[in-house]
């Protein structure tokens, strides 16, 4: 086998090692992070954990979901942009193909309300999952003493701010004081940076502003719902539960696209999904398309999963070769260090914001105490403990 055919059996391997991720990691980008850590790295070592740290913090210093930004970035560092562009599709497939297909059953009953008693532990189970999260973040990224303080100041500062923007100005602020600690000499001089290629950035900027204009001219559902999605897939820091507020205030409150019960519904079966949270805008996009009939609402997903997830390839598509040009620069090595450490504390953040509307009761607190169980000390896979918990819902 030449060099050139074991380079592409290889990448065929890696994508079906990403779609296997795709249907089968639950959790958001926290846990995501840690089962791309134990399939991609220690198991097929693919790249290095040092490299998946680096690209933890590119990715967690951009807007968007992070965890699909950080396995595209991988498929670009394994082979290019070519790579990278399938890597984004296998990952984020089935999970936009399963929340458009329940917005079609949805709205295929009426767009009345679904019975979703059933999934009433996935909450607890989730705080389960981030809980465990953040101590796998801790373990890997707090190694000297400065580090503590600013993850319990990063964590607390994620939770007093009431802004999402709160994130990366946290995320640089720890790059600063990391490097500045890090640093015990005048840094080279670092190498001019070439082979910019600035058209992806033109083109993330000039979609953002063409749907944005387009949208306001016409006032045409399918743009608006594009222009929304992209919108959020561009600014949007701190994940899920940041993103899911924003959307029910724009789609339920403002536009009235969909109603409240048909939302929590699906926020409801998004507990439920693997793959990444982002998803989301698979439903609201069909959703809103209801009264477009079955070949809309498809539409509506289309629209959805491709606004929400372009803003995201496209700039990784343009920082990522000035990462690569960078990122051994001491300065910018050293800001790695604090960055990764920031990132921690948010997650403990998250874990905090997502165990705040859990109920405390007997039930809840025994899911989440048997999933931290199963997760610290057993090897069943996340899969198992996600169906189990369901069964759970069913039969309680």
């Keep these: ?75 670009f560092k394994l082979g290019g942009p070519k790579l990278a562009f399938l890597t984004l599709a296998v990952w984020i497939t089935p999970a936009c193909f399963l929340m458009t297909a329940f917005a079609l059953i949805l709205n295929g009953l009426g767009g009345g309300k679904i019975n979703l008693s059933f999934l009433k532990f996935l909450q607890p189970m989730a705080s389960g999952f981030i809980i465990f999260a953040a101590y796998r973040f801790t373990q890997m990224f707090v190694t000297r003493g400065y580090h503590w303080a600013i993850l319990i100041s990063s964590a607390l500062l994620g939770i007093l701010i009431k802004t999402p923007y709160v994130f990366p100005v946290l995320l640089l602020v720890g790059g600063l004081i990391s490097s500045y600690v890090n640093t ?65 205030n724009q789609l339920v409150n403002y536009k009235q696209y969909i109603d409240a ?22 439903f609201t996009g069909a959703m809103a398309m209801a009264d477009w009939g079955y070949t809309g ?55 905090y914001l997502l165990f705040l509307p859990v109920e405390v009761n007997e039930p809840n607190m025994l899911v989440l105490l048997a999933t931290l169980f199963l997760l610290l000390v057993t090897k069943v896979p996340s899969p198992f403990i996600v169906m189990g918990t369901i069964l759970a819902g069913l039969l309680w």
Aim: net charge positive; aromatic share 12%; hydrophobic share 45%.
């Design 1 to 75: 086998m030449s060099g050139k055919q074991f380079k592409q059996v290889r990448q065929l391997v890696f994508l079906l090692d990403v779609f296997k991720l795709a249907i089968t990691a639950f959790g958001g980008p926290q846990i995501h992070f840690t089962q791309f850590e134990r399939k991609l790295v220690h198991k097929k070592n693919y790249l290095t954990l040092e490299e998946l740290k680096e690209l933890n913090s590119l990715c967690s210093m951009l807007p968007g979901p992070s965890s699909t930004q950080t396995i595209t970035a991988i498929g």
């Design 184 to 248: 015990r000499e005048t840094p080279q001089k670092p190498k001019p940076l070439k082979d910019i290629n600035w058209s992806n950035l033109i083109l993330f900027l000039g979609i953002f502003l063409t749907a944005a204009g387009i949208g306001l001219v016409t006032q045409a559902k399918p743009i608006r719902l594009f222009e929304n999605s992209y919108r959020y897939g561009s600014l949007v820091f701190g994940g899920g539960h940041v993103l899911i507020p924003m959307m029910y």
């Design 261 to 282: 019960s048909q939302f929590l519904a699906g926020v409801g079966i998004l507990q439920a999904m693997p793959g990444p949270v982002f998803s989301f805008a698979a």
């Design 297 to 351: 609402q498809l539409l509506g997903g289309i629209i959805g999963s491709t606004g929400i997830f372009l803003p995201g390839i496209l700039l990784i598509f343009f920082v990522y070769p000035i990462w690569n040009q960078l990122k051994d620069y001491s300065p910018v090595k050293n800001a790695i260090e604090g960055i990764n450490v920031v990132s921690a504390g948010l997650v403990i953040t998250s874990a």
